[in-house]
């Protein structure tokens, strides 16, 4: 079945550090990925769209890679801010769903 | 200005009741999903609706019935709620379909509690 997996742990890191979240989905080859910020209490809310003929992303301070050979997305936030801190969820197409992962959470500490 | 909103925000109620979640889009768009995320923050789809057509029904129980009465609104009926309809559930929007690389719009979510 298709999978899609983030790191369930939390990621914790200082302030002015690059985060760096990672998507890895298996038995399927999407043609794009999404990810999404998520904050307590709220809904997703879009972040950056990549196709799979795009190796990279950016948009301010966030990238995205897409390597469909390794079937992974890496999200990096550089010069990262408590703001932040959130859950990031990453989500692949199929067909004209969209199939999340589990989400990791970012704690970033002043 | 809300773009996509959800009524309630928090409902608690029974073992067997039935409750209903509203949902409306002001953003133009033809595709509108239920989603549902549970305590383990999973967030799964259950419906999606184009332009009041249902196109996909996720495995879902049919005490669940979604509703589109036109392509702005996608109400979402629950029967007989059981302890494990507890979660949240998310309403969101499309432009159109997500084949063509569409993002979504959510709104607030619904916190759905069954004691």
């Known amino acids: 079945s298709q999978k899609i997996e983030q790191n369930s742990e939390a990621l914790n890191i200082q302030e002015g550090k690059t985060a760096t979240l990672t998507c890895n989905y298996t038995n399927y080859s999407p043609a794009y990925l999404q990810w999404y910020r998520q904050d307590p209490g709220r809904g997703p809310v879009f972040l950056l769209l990549?196709?799979?003929?795009?190796k990279e992303k950016r948009k301010e301070r966030l990238k995205v890679t897409f390597d469909t050979t390794l079937k992974q997305s890496l999200f990096h936030i550089t010069a990262s801010q408590p703001a932040d801190s959130a859950t990031y969820l990453c989500g692949y197409n199929a067909g004209n769903m969209l199939t999340f992962g589990g989400g990791t959470r970012l704690m970033v500490k002043p | 200005d809300t773009a996509v909103s959800q009524t309630p925000k928090y409902l608690v109620t029974q073992m067997g009741n039935d409750k209903s979640i509203k949902c409306e889009q002001n953003l133009g768009h033809d595709t509108m999903y239920w989603y549902k995320q549970d305590s383990k923050k999973f967030l799964k789809i259950m419906f999606s609706y184009n332009n009041k057509e249902l196109i996909i029904n996720e495995t879902v129980p049919n005490r669940f019935s979604p509703k589109s009465p036109d392509k702005a609104h996608l109400n979402l009926h629950i029967n007989s709620l059981e302890l494990g309809d507890s979660a949240v559930y998310f309403c969101?929007?499309?432009?159109?379909?997500?084949?063509?690389?569409?993002?979504?719009?959510f709104g607030e979510g619904s916190w759905l509690t069954v004691v």
């Open positions: 969101a929007s499309s432009q159109d379909r997500l084949g063509s690389g569409n993002t979504i719009y």
């Open positions: 990549i196709r799979e003929n795009e």
